[in-house]
């Protein structure tokens, strides 16, 4: 049966900063943060049985509180860019040059949830709470944002977004989990030998501001092609500027979606979502001074798998509905499963 510890984790402003961790008897464990509903470490062991961690992470609360990066957050209410921050006859904060991302600069990445924890015979369980409003968010309309993490003893970790109108006006509903990814454990090396697998026939083509055309590109041939397990390297030896694109996930529901696989460790983790796409980020010319899992963020050192809608679906006819009607559920899942 797994177990779950709370603990003060410093504060942010004259906020509480809360650390949940679930964890199993497998060597698996989970560590999120009430700032951002986050998923700040993810320990998981390799074929030698030794647990590290498996994404990246900032030093303390402090570095989450300025964190531009969106390291681990729960990003919403709609992740992605939205073209001149608009919706219709409503201006989002442009918060991007004239553009919106990632929620705005009050998104839910920077917010404070509540949140609540369960113990079962299958799983740990955390489940975060937040209500996003206009006065909060900068969002039209009220929405209950609820996300969970349940970690369960067969190596799966669900994460679960739900979203619930509680008022009479339409808002939007795309949130992703902000997650960067690294195999290798500890971030001793860059995702650069990586193997890399997608069940993706085409990826958005992108404009000079990161923001889809409305064409779908075949990645036939291209350095998008990962339709076979593909090293990560040799895909950026083709594209130097590296990953922050679009990848249209196939449908009806091929799962799982995508495999990313380590060799040196014998880690492996594949992803199945309700998610229509995936937009991987390679952190490609990410040098930074800030440190993450005790060493200086550099260049391809993660991963960031974002399973979402696809971005700026408002303002393409015909694209993912993500208008939630008053008075209704919209609820996104993903399922990481680890082998090692």
Known sequence: MGSITIREWGSIGTEKVMRITLSQPNGMSVSCLNYGARLIRLLVPDREGRSENIVLGLADAEAYGNDRA???ATVGPVAGRISGGKWGAVQLEQNAGKHHIHGGSRGWGQQFWDFKTEETAEAATVTFTLESTPETVGYPGRLQAKVSYSLDAEGCLTIKMEGISRDTEETLFNPTSHIYFNLSGDAKRPITDHTLQLACEE?????????PTGTKQSVAGTAFDFREATVIGEAIRKRPEGFDDVFLMQQPDQQPQLILSDEESGRQMTLSSNRSSIVLFSTTDMNEPYLVNGRPMRSQLGLAIEAQEVPDAINHQGW??????????AARVQNYTFKW
């Open 70 to 72: 969106s390291f681990g």
């Open 203 to 211: 990826v958005l083509e992108l404009d000079a501001d990161k923001l």
């Open 320 to 329: 993912d509905n993500i208008v939630l009607a008053p008075n209704t559920l």
